[in-house]
């Protein structure tokens, strides 16, 4: 396992002709598995922003828009040619009829990888935080505002300061840091719908061995204070949970 270059991140909405079972059915039983005979795809997992989730998300002005699933695949060297695979696989399947239609993209990319870190209770390497079992995730997405004068120092703050508060709440295993999409997905169908600002997005992954929820009460504040006055645009900040085969209830009218 080479170390990880990218982490191609996905926000998805399933839209409104579309059934979550049957999405789940197909991305976790079908369209997963079949990532993984590329080489350079090296970690693939999912995430879902359950109802209950989205009601501990932290209320921002511009959210990122409806989506219900996060999914990470993370990625080693050669980059482009892992890229240029993932995205041969994807054709060839919607080619014979394995792709699900009632689906939408709101954020999509191939990141830089920035940062790993683990809470020191954990024990293992940051690096191998994402292949620890994991309960859900805590989510944080941003843009830096247009004047970046003081964003350097900010993003100084982040990673000596604020992220190491975070890995003092009990639940979060470790973070892994994202930045600047470099690498675009050609042949994707759904491009952003402005790609100028999806260049300047940042992403922070959370890893969590406690319940995302209770988490998240902890988690929410410390983000909203490090965002207070800061020099960037808040997206997303919000628990997700961690997918477990076949159990796709979340929005059925009775759960």
Same mark, same amino acid.
């Given at each position: 396992m080479g170390a990880v270059k990218v982490g191609f991140i996905t926000l998805t909405e399933v839209t409104g002709d579309g059934d979550h079972r049957d999405y789940n059915a197909w991305h976790q039983l079908d369209h997963m598995p079949e990532q993984f005979s590329i080489p350079g795809v090296v970690c693939g997992q999912r995430w879902v922003l359950a109802p209950a989730c989205a009601e501990r998300a932290v209320?921002?002005?511009? &959210?990122?828009?409806?989506?219900?699933?996060?999914?990470?695949?993370?990625?080693?060297?050669?980059?482009?040619?892992t890229l240029d695979e993932f995205a041969e696989v994807r054709e060839r399947l919607a080619k014979l009829g394995r792709f699900y239609d009632h689906r939408r993209a709101r954020l999509s990319g191939a990141w830089v990888f920035l940062e790993a870190l683990a809470a020191p209770r954990s024990l293992v390497a940051p690096e191998v935080i994402p292949y620890r &079992?994991?309960?859900? $995730?805590?989510?944080?997405?941003?843009?830096? +505002? &247009?004047?970046?004068?003081?964003?350097?120092?900010?993003? #100084?703050? #982040?990673?000596?300061?604020?992220?190491?508060? +975070?890995?003092?709440? &009990?639940?979060? =295993?470790? $973070?892994?840091?994202? =930045?600047?999409?470099?690498? /675009?997905?050609?042949?994707?169908?759904?491009?952003? %719908?402005?790609?100028? =600002?999806?260049?300047? !997005?940042? $992403?922070?992954? /959370?890893?969590?061995?406690?319940? @995302?929820?209770?988490? =998240?009460? !902890?988690?929410?504040?410390?983000?909203?204070?490090?965002?207070?006055? /800061? @020099?960037? #645009? @808040? #997206?997303? %900040?919000?628990?997700? +949970?961690? $997918? !477990?085969? *076949?159990? *796709?209830? *979340?929005?059925? @009218? %009775?759960?």
């Open positions: 209320q921002i002005e511009d &959210p990122l828009g409806t989506f219900h699933y996060l999914t990470m695949y993370l990625m080693t060297e050669p980059v482009q040619e &079992p994991n309960r859900g $995730i805590y989510v944080v997405v941003d843009e830096p +505002l &247009p004047d970046t004068s003081s964003l350097d120092e900010y993003l #100084r703050l #982040r990673h000596t300061d604020h992220f190491p508060q +975070l890995l003092e709440v &009990p639940g979060v =295993a470790g $973070i892994w840091s994202f =930045a600047t999409r470099r690498w /675009a997905f050609a042949k994707s169908e759904d491009p952003p %719908a402005d790609p100028d =600002a999806q260049d300047a !997005t940042r $992403i922070t992954v /959370a890893f969590l061995d406690e319940d @995302p929820l209770e988490v =998240a009460a !902890t988690v929410g504040p410390l983000v909203e204070e490090h965002w207070a006055g /800061a @020099p960037v #645009r @808040p #997206r997303f %900040a919000g628990p997700l +949970l961690t $997918i !477990t085969p *076949w159990q *796709w209830d *979340w929005f059925d @009218p %009775a759960s």
